[in-house]
């Protein structure tokens, strides 16, 4: 608008329309002299009501600042813009039409996170007002399904995270996603490949100055899939990545403490061979029952076949029996144990007659049996010496508390370390002056009560009362409140005791040893096979005799006590006489 126009409108100010007037005059968070100028600009836009302000006018006022009023400085003026903005979002939201009107929602227009509905939350950006992370342009020309889902992500961010340096990532992170997709053609996150991903990465190292920056960006897209994937109304088979949360499934079939938490198919580079295997595990989890454990490890034994077939350009369907025969003779020679080779076969033998019985193949291209190894069971001592426990239990004061009572359990109780991780406030109880954990077995699906020392019961006691745990609630949490993951404590123990240097060093940490320890030392002890099978919960016996360790060396013992007796020793007989005893 020329000057000479815009210095008529300043002598004129019977010109205003009463509503600016009155609207501009009720808000006190603005001094006069800087309401002035901006009435004077939004009238000259036509603007009738401050409830018409928005992003793109705000840019517009800025350059009328600085081409029209030639100053240097607008920051001043600049708030005052967003001050009288945020005055009329939050009198807009007192009434349902304002509040209909001032919604928070995907449109094809630019969005401004200070002028969010929810002003409270808006508030916590006024420091970063002019931050380019705070402006999200919906109006480009890109897909509909790829503005929904960083729109839904923005959402996520927003309140998902508080803190302000973790905020400032995510959004930064998300505003790179967001330019690197429309301008790369993608139209769906959930759907890009792996050379898009490693694309991202190149476009993040040229869009940032350091290797630490990029590094704290990248995440940005995994967070983006989980949102997206765990938000849908249906859940988006044909994802890339299934993110196991969204599938509600029942108790039995999740161990809490485990880390399977996704299943990948981007590594299946052929769209039919991956169609294939998505539809294999949708199969598996809405029909078989079986624990996510099983399914997530029976998998990545046909991902690989998949893989090594997309290598090869070779569709699933068209598979022959000699090159499945090749495929099992490389997976052969890398030298893996019969049992583990076994497992391999019977994945594929499951996933071909999946194949059969819906239709995508007329037959099984290969006979599993003439494959399946004999399986030679062979007992390994695994239990803990009484020197490596002794040294561990002298400094278990180092560790952090929780660490300590979970490695109690292990040495005390023999339990699964996803026992462990799952136990609960309510686990300990006292029953005519014995006390008692009750603790559900993820693995066998069911639940044992075992006694236990009192001294343990009474440390427990002890630590749930120091940390408020509820009945319901997990003893051992992860950073998010779940249950405490599996590998972190492995890690961590196995970490402490290099530090330590438990054994002089020699001693790896395996918290299963300590299932053998305990049923050895029963056994051992006098119980009987049977009584540490119902300890140990298993459903066989053969299995618990898998746990208990030396018996070559007990019968080897009893075998020398045997022949020590008189009339037993085998030189006797030679002593006593006969032709070749003369």
């Known amino acids: 608008m020329p000057v000479r126009a815009v210095q008529l409108i300043e002598q004129e100010p019977r010109l205003f329309p009463s509503q600016i007037d009155t609207e501009l005059e009720n808000c006190t968070e603005v001094c006069k002299y800087d309401k002035k100028k901006l009435k004077t600009f939004l009238i000259a836009e036509g603007i009738t009501s401050i409830a018409e302000m928005d992003y793109l006018l705000r840019k517009r006022f800025e350059q009328y600042l600085l081409e029209e009023q030639h100053l240097k400085k607008i920051d001043r003026y600049i708030l005052a813009y967003d001050r009288v903005k945020q005055y009329s979002i939050r009198q807009q939201m007192q009434t349902l039409s ?31 007002r002019n931050r380019k992370n705070m402006v999200w342009d919906f109006t480009k020309p890109c897909s509909s399904i790829l503005k929904n889902q960083i729109f839904v992500t923005l959402n996520a961010v927003l309140s998902q995270f508080k803190e302000l340096r973790k905020r400032e990532q995510r959004l930064s992170g998300l505003q790179y996603l967001y330019h690197f997709c429309a301008e790369s053609g993608i139209e769906d996150i959930e759907k890009m490949e792996q050379i898009q991903v490693e694309e991202f990465e190149a476009y993040l190292k040229q869009h940032t100055d350091s290797e630490s920056r990029r590094m704290l960006l990248l995440p940005i897209l995994g967070y983006c899939r989980k949102t997206v994937f765990l938000q849908n109304y249906t859940i988006h088979w044909d994802a890339n990545i299934w993110y196991l949360e969204r599938m509600r499934l029942p108790e039995h079939r999740v161990n809490p403490s485990s880390a399977f938490v996704t299943v990948s198919f981007i590594e299946i580079t052929m769209p039919e061979n991956r169609r294939y295997a998505q539809e294999f595990m949708k199969y598996q989890i809405g029909i078989t029952g079986q624990s996510v454990s099983t399914m997530v490890i029976k998998f990545g034994g046909i991902k690989q076949f998949l893989i090594w077939l997309c290598e090869r350009k070779e569709s699933a369907c068209s598979c022959s029996e000699e090159q499945i025969d090749r495929y099992l003779q490389e997976i052969q020679e890398r030298g893996i144990i019969p049992k583990t080779f076994n497992e391999y076969v019977t994945g594929l033998s499951q996933f071909y ?26 007992h390994h001592d695994r239990s803990v010496s009484p020197e490596v426990c002794i040294e561990l239990l002298g400094l278990l004061h180092l560790l952090p508390e929780h660490l300590r009572c979970m490695y109690l359990h292990l040495w005390c109780l023999g339990l699964r370390i996803s026992e462990v991780c799952t136990l609960k406030g309510n686990s300990y109880y006292k029953k005519d002056d014995e006390t008692w954990i009750q603790l559900y077995q993820t693995k066998m699906k069911t639940y044992k009560r075992i006694p236990i020392a009192e001294g343990l019961y009474k440390i ?24 405490y993951l599996t590998q972190t404590f492995r890690e961590r123990m196995k970490k402490f005791c290099k530090e330590q240097g438990i054994a002089e060093g020699e001693y790896l940490f395996q918290t299963h040893d300590y299932r053998h320890t305990v049923a050895t030392f029963f056994y051992e002890s006098g119980a009987s096979l049977q009584s540490v099978r119902d300890y140990l919960g298993h459903s066989y016996q053969e299995m618990t005799e898998q746990y208990i360790d030396y018996v070559p060396q007990k019968i080897a013992k009893a075998n020398d006590e045997y022949f020590k007796q008189p009339g037993n020793n085998l030189a006797a007989g030679l002593r006593k006489g006969g032709k070749r005893g003369r």
């Open 98 to 128: 304002g509040r209909t009107q001032c919604q928070w929602k995907l449109e094809n227009k630019v969005l401004f996170i200070p002028y969010h509905p929810d002003q409270t939350l808006a508030m916590e950006f006024d420091s970063v």
């Open 353 to 378: 007659h999946f194949m059969t019985v819906r239709g995508y193949m007329e037959r099984m291209p290969f006979h599993p049996e003439y494959y399946i190894k004999k399986v030679i069971r062979q």
């Open 460 to 483: 427990m006691q002890v630590y749930i009362r120091r940390n408020n745990i509820g009945p319901d609630e997990y003893l051992f949490k992860n950073k998010n409140g779940g249950a």
